[in-house]
């Protein structure tokens, strides 16, 4: 299995970017995908999570709802992450994750604990 990220760049306050996690050799359809961040001196935290299969349940972070949007396109085995309005405290390393075990809420699919698959990550830098 093999987790790509890409899409990550430098924007100033304000803008917009569109994260991509492409997977390899991950077949999974009824298990979860997220994004998280790192920021240096901080640990790694979720984003967003959401649920691959029929519903395509969702779960965001506080302080991203509204402003972020994961998606995924299971045709292209593609993880998506929508980011808009963004702030200078976004910036961070942004990895993808795919595959924990239920239960699945708030709690557990936002936590990095327990995901068996990590991308090597895409830089965010907001000025």
């Known amino acids: 299995v093999q987790l790509v990220e890409s899409g990550g760049g430098s924007v100033q306050a304000g803008g917009s970017l569109r994260l991509s996690c492409a997977t390899t050799g991950y077949t999974g359809r009824r298990n979860i995908m997220a994004w998280f961040r790192q920021a240096p001196g901080k640990e790694r935290e979720g984003v967003a999570a959401i649920y691959l299969g029929a519903g395509g349940s969702t779960w965001y972070a506080g302080s991203e709802q509204g402003r972020f949007t994961i998606s995924r396109d299971n045709a292209r085995n593609t993880l998506y992450l929508q980011m808009n309005t963004l702030k200078p405290e976004d910036t961070a390393m942004y990895y993808c994750?795919?595959?924990?075990?239920?239960?699945?809420?708030?709690?557990?699919?936002?936590?990095?604990?327990?995901?068996?698959?990590w991308g090597q990550g895409t830089q965010v830098t907001v000025s």
């Open positions: 994750a795919a595959d924990t075990d239920p239960p699945w809420f708030d709690g557990t699919v936002l936590s990095p604990h327990g995901y068996k698959y």
